[in-house]
C-alpha cells in the first residue's frame, strides 16, 4: 500500500494505518505556525513497524512514542525541531534513525531501551547529546549499535551516551576525536598523557570501567582549546596525579574526577566559572588538599571533599574575603551549604615553569647543565630561573634537582616533587 499522509490525525504506513489518536495538532493561538505531536500520543493497534510523520511536523512531546515496541523505522521530516525527552523510548525494536539537523539537542533518555538499534545518522546541525539518550538496558548493553555518523557541528556528547556499543569499542586510534573537538574516547597506553590542540570538549573519554582501563595515567596536560571537562571525563584514574590546566577552560562537570583520589593540588584559571557536583570526587576519600584559584569564585555544588584549602588571588581579596574571613560558604540548595577554608597567595609573582631553567620556554637537557653550571659558579641564573630550577621538594637548589630534570626527560618521572607539594 502506498504511503499517504493525512490533514487528521491518521498516517497510512506501508504495513498497516497508525491511528496517531493522541495528538498531530497545532496551536493557532499560541504557537500559530507549530504542528506538535503531543505529550504521550497513543498509537492504536500493537504491531506498526514503520511509522511517516508529516511534513511540517516541528515538535514531538515528551514520551510521545514509548512504548511502540514493534516499531523498526521511523521517518522524520526535515521541519523537526525538538524531540522531548523519551520520545522513543522502550521502542525496542527501532533499528535505525536519521535525526534531522534542526534538531540541536538529543535529550536524555530520548531512544533509551531502543535495544535493536544498529544505526544513528545525526545531520549536519545536530549540537549536543544528553547522557542515557541512547541507554541500553539494565546493564546498559547495546551490542547492536554498530553505525554512528556524528556531524562536524557536534559540540558535546555527555558521559555514558555510547559506552559499551559496538562502534565505539571499535574505536581504536589513541584519541578518538569526532565533530566539533569532542574527545570521546582515549585508547593509548602513556602515563603522561598530553591531549591533543583543537580538543574542546572532553567526555567520559579517560573514565575507568569495565569498557576501559586507563588506571595507569599518571600527568594529563590540557590544550587551551579545551573549554568543557565534561561529567566522569577523569573518574576512577588511581594513579593520575597532576592536572594540567590551560586557560580557556569554563566548566568541570559533574563527578568529572570521582575517584581520583590521589591529586593533591590542582591551579585553576580565572575563565572557570561553574564546577558541577562532586567535580573533584569523594567528599571524604580524597586526598586532594590545595586547590589554587586564579580568578573569581566560580559556582560550585558540592565540589569539593572536606578539609580542601581554597587558594585565592591576593589582588582579588574584595571577591573571595572582603570582610577578612578565613572561610567561605556555598550555598547548595534544598538548605544546604559548605564552609572551607579559604588563603590568600601572591599571583603577582608569575607561576614557575618548573623544569626550565633557562627560561628558552622548553625543558631540555640544557636546563639540566644551566643548573649544574650555576652550582659551579660558571653562570648566572634569574630569579625567576632559579625557581624554575627548583624542582625537588628541597628548597634550595643542589645537584638533586638537575637529575630529576634528565629523570623528567627520559620519562622515567612524569612530574616533579615541586610541582605537587
Not at 497510512?12 to 499560541?30: D, I, N, V, W
Not at 544513528?120 to 549499535?145: C, H, M, N, Q, Y
Request: aromatic share 12%; net charge negative; charged share 20%.
Amino acid at each position: 500500500m502506498a504511503k499517504q499522509q493525512h490533514r487528521d490525525s491518521t498516517v497510512c504506513t506501508a504495513s498497516r494505518t497508525a491511528s496517531l489518536t493522541g495528538g498531530f495538532c497545532t496551536f493557532p493561538r499560541h504557537h500559530p505556525r507549530r504542528r506538535h505531536i503531543c505529550w504521550r500520543m497513543r498509537i492504536s493497534g500493537s504491531k506498526h513497524s514503520q511509522i511517516d510523520l508529516p511534513a511540517g511536523l516541528t515538535h514531538i512531546g515528551w514520551n510521545a512514542f514509548t512504548g511502540v515496541e514493534h516499531l523498526q523505522y521511523i521517518d522524520l521530516p526535515e521541519s523537526l525541531q525538538v524531540i522531548g525527552g523519551g520520545a522513543f523510548a522502550a521502542c525496542y525494536n527501532l533499528k535505525s534513525i536519521a535525526i534531522p539537523g534542526n534538531v540541536r539537542e538529543i535529550l536524555q533518555s530520548t531512544f533509551a531501551y531502543c535495544l535493536e538499534l544498529e544505526t544513528i545518522v545525526f545531520s549536519e546541525g545536530v549540537e549536543t547529546i544528553a547522557s542515557d539518550a541512547f541507554r541500553g538496558d539494565a546493564l546498559d548493553v547495546r551490542d547492536k549499535l554498530a553505525n554512528v555518523s556524528i556531524p562536524s557541528s557536534m559540540t558535546r556528547i555527555d558521559a555514558c551516551v555510547f559506552r559499551g556499543t559496538p562502534w565505539l569499542m571499535g574505536q581504536q586510534e589513541e584519541f578518538f576525536i569526532v565533530g566539533d573537538g569532542v574527545l570521546l574516547k582515549y585508547s593509548g597506553s602513556k602515563q603522561h598523557v598530553i591531549i591533543p590542540d583543537g580538543v574542546k570538549y572532553i567526555s567520559d573519554a579517560f573514565a575507568v570501567n569495565e569498557d576501559r582501563s586507563n588506571d595507569t595515567i599518571v600527568r594529563v596536560t590540557l590544550p587551551d582549546s579545551v573549554r568543557v571537562i565534561g561529567a566522569y571525563a577523569f573518574s576512577n584514574c588511581k594513579e593520575l596525579v597532576l592536572v594540567d590546566v590551560q586557560n580557556g577552560l569554563t566548566e568541570i562537570g559533574n563527578i568529572a574526577f570521582w575517584g581520583s583520589d590521589n591529586i593533591s593540588k590542582i591551579i585553576l584559571p580565572p575563565t572557570v566559572t561553574d564546577i558541577g557536583y562532586h567535580g573533584f570526587g569523594n567528599l571524604y576519600g580524597s586526598n586532594l588538599q590545595k586547590i589554587y584559584f586564579q580568578g573569581k569564585p566560580p559556582r560550585t555544588r558540592w565540589s569539593f571533599p572536606y578539609f580542601t584549602v581554597l587558594y585565592y588571588p591576593m589582588s582579588l581579596t574584595e571577591f573571595w574575603a572582603p570582610f577578612g574571613e578565613t572561610w567561605i560558604t556555598y550555598n547548595m540548595g534544598n538548605g544546604n551549604s559548605m564552609s572551607y577554608a579559604i588563603a590568600p597567595y601572591d599571583n603577582s609573582v608569575p607561576s614557575p615553569r618548573y623544569g626550565d631553567a633557562n627560561e628558552d620556554g622548553e625543558i631540555t637537557a640544557a636546563d639540566a647543565a644551566c643548573v649544574l653550571r650555576y652550582l659551579a659558579g660558571l653562570c648566572e641564573v634569574s630569579e625567576h630561573g632559579l625557581m624554575n630550577a627548583k624542582v625537588s621538594a628541597n628548597p634550595e637548589l643542589a645537584a638533586e634537582d638537575a637529575a630529576l630534570i634528565l629523570r623528567f626527560l627520559t620519562d622515567l618521572i612524569f612530574y616533579f616533587p615541586a610541582e605537587i607539594k
